[in-house]
């Protein structure tokens, strides 16, 4: 895709970012989930037991790692709390990155915060890091993800891992609950298009922390098959190590699903950079 189309929605994605920051915010303390408080703790960690378990795998110890997309700095955080010498969270949203950054002052951790559209990160984080992770939601805003993960590859050091934990390709066919095409009768039937190439244009706002609708700034996000992503990875120089898939859900959208252990609702994916 021509950098001025990716452009074009990563700025508007900036904005409805921003936007649903502050939602969030809101609505983490209308649950009490004060992450100030919790940061304050030693160790504290947003990662659940089946990402932690993979990155005792990597083995964190001395390693300076980076979360891409990592919206408020919770994951990023948690990275140095399970072992990591040092973390860079990039992210676009003003909004957040502010908020990543107050968080990381009160946990003292080492621990900064880059606020850029990744599409933008430049030479000075070029063979840098020896993890990248990218965890739930992130890639469906990436317009282009072969160039995506170009950015991705010159940030990692040679044998440095790639780690991805995010909703599984296969529930982009599945319509969420309160969409039109979503039938409470047949949750799991297919009504989208796996194949689908243009983006989604969201207006109804991105709080899937409090749950509420809004009339929004125009956000624009992506499908992306499972062979766009394997590929657009092992294309810039990566080397497919692990690929597991999983019942559970982690976008808290298809939960309903998870007893029933039928479909696929998220994946671990590992690589290592050649
Ligand atoms: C769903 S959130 C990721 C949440 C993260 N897993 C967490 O739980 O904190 C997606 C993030 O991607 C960021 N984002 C979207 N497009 C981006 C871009 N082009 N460059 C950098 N960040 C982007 C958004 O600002 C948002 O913070």
Same mark, same amino acid.
């Given at each position: 895709?021509?950098?001025?189309?990716?452009?074009?929605?990563?700025?508007?994605?900036? %904005?409805?970012?921003? %936007?649903?920051?502050?939602?969030?915010?809101? +609505?983490?303390?209308?649950?009490?989930?004060? &992450?100030?408080?919790?940061? *304050?703790?030693?160790?504290?960690?947003?990662?659940?037991?089946?990402?932690? +378990?993979?990155?005792?795998?990597?083995?964190?110890?001395?390693?300076?790692?980076?979360?891409?997309?990592?919206?408020?700095?919770?994951?990023? &955080? *948690?990275?140095? #709390?399970?072992?990591?010498?040092?973390?860079?969270?990039?992210?676009?949203?003003?909004?957040?990155?502010?908020?990543?950054?107050?968080? +990381?002052?009160?946990?003292?951790? #080492?621990?900064?915060?880059?606020?850029?559209?990744?599409?933008? /990160?430049? +030479? @000075?984080?070029?063979?840098?890091?020896? &993890?990248?992770?990218?965890?739930?939601?992130?890639?469906?805003?990436?317009?282009?993800? #072969?160039?995506?993960?170009?950015?991705?590859?010159?940030?990692?050091?040679?044998?440095?891992? &790639?780690?991805?934990? %995010?909703?599984?390709?296969?529930?982009?066919?599945?319509?969420?609950?309160?969409?039109?095409?979503?039938?409470?009768?047949?949750?799991?039937?297919?009504?989208?298009?796996?194949?689908?190439? @243009?983006?989604?244009?969201?207006?109804?706002?991105?709080?899937? /922390?409090?749950?509420?609708?809004? @009339?929004?700034?125009?956000?624009?996000?992506?499908?992306?098959?499972? *062979?766009?992503?394997?590929?657009?990875?092992?294309?810039?120089? /990566?080397?497919?190590? %692990?690929?597991?898939?999983?019942?559970?859900?982690? *976008?808290?959208?298809?939960?309903?699903?998870?007893?029933?252990?039928? /479909?696929?609702?998220?994946?671990?994916?590992?690589?290592?950079?050649?």
């Amino acid at each position: 895709m021509p950098k001025r189309e990716i452009k074009k929605y990563t700025d508007a994605n900036r %904005e409805a970012w921003n %936007e649903a920051t502050l939602k969030h915010q809101q +609505a983490r303390a209308k649950k009490n989930n004060n &992450l100030k408080e919790k940061f *304050s703790q030693k160790g504290f960690s947003t990662l659940d037991k089946y990402e932690t +378990a993979k990155l005792k795998e990597i083995d964190l110890a001395g390693k300076k790692v980076a979360q891409v997309c990592c919206n408020n700095g919770q994951e990023t &955080l *948690s990275l140095v #709390n399970l072992g990591a010498e040092s973390a860079v969270g990039f992210d676009i949203s003003d909004e957040a990155i502010k908020e990543a950054r107050e968080l +990381a002052k009160i946990s003292g951790l #080492n621990c900064e915060f880059v606020r850029t559209d990744i599409y933008d /990160i430049g +030479a @000075e984080y070029y063979d840098s890091f020896d &993890l990248i992770y990218i965890t739930i939601g992130a890639m469906g805003w990436m317009p282009d993800l #072969n160039k995506y993960f170009k950015v991705v590859s010159k940030m990692l050091r040679a044998g440095g891992h &790639l780690m991805i934990y %995010e909703h599984h390709s296969f529930c982009d066919l599945l319509a969420r609950d309160g969409e039109d095409e979503f039938d409470p009768d047949d949750p799991l039937k297919i009504v989208h298009s796996y194949f689908r190439t @243009e983006p989604w244009v969201g207006n109804d706002g991105i709080d899937y /922390i409090g749950g509420t609708k809004y @009339e929004s700034k125009t956000s624009y996000d992506f499908t992306h098959t499972t *062979s766009n992503i394997i590929n657009s990875i092992i294309n810039n120089g /990566i080397i497919l190590k %692990e690929f597991t898939e999983y019942s559970h859900d982690i *976008s808290t959208e298809f939960a309903e699903h998870e007893n029933e252990g039928k /479909i696929p609702l998220s994946y671990i994916l590992i690589g290592v950079k050649d």
